[in-house]
Nanobody
């Protein structure tokens, strides 16, 4: 089992920046990749970024490419999401995930954190 705990959510003005962090514990060697999903009010959950724990291959959704950057530190078993140029439509609960492949598809993720809320005001 792998446990994931997110931190860093909060309220930010449009155009601002925020950094989310996720700490993984447990059998972290069993996972190949980590990522971030989000779910906005009234919308389906969306995969936005994924990174390999092996070669740091990354994948981004079109909605965040160029504004968000995912990074990982294998030594500390953490993954971060640096979010710049935030927009009100980025408001969502952000979930940290761990899975067996670099992917933005939900079923590829084996483990999920509880989520952290990001609110972007106008």
């Amino acid at each position: 089992q792998v446990q994931l705990e997110e931190s860093g959510g909060g309220l930010v003005q449009a155009g601002g920046s925020l950094r989310l962090s996720c700490a993984a514990s447990g059998h972290t060697d069993s996972t190949y990749a980590m990522g971030w999903f989000r779910q906005a009010p009234g919308k389906e959950r969306e995969g936005i970024a994924s990174i390999s724990n092996r070669d740091h291959k990354v994948l981004y959704a079109d909605s965040v490419r160029g504004r968000f950057t995912i990074s990982s530190d294998n030594g500390s078993n953490t993954v971060a999401l640096h979010m710049n140029s935030l927009k009100p439509e980025d408001t969502a609960v952000y979930y940290c995930t761990a899975g067996w492949i670099v992917s933005l598809i939900e079923y590829s993720q084996d483990y999920w954190g509880k989520g952290t809320l990001v609110t972007v005001s106008t």
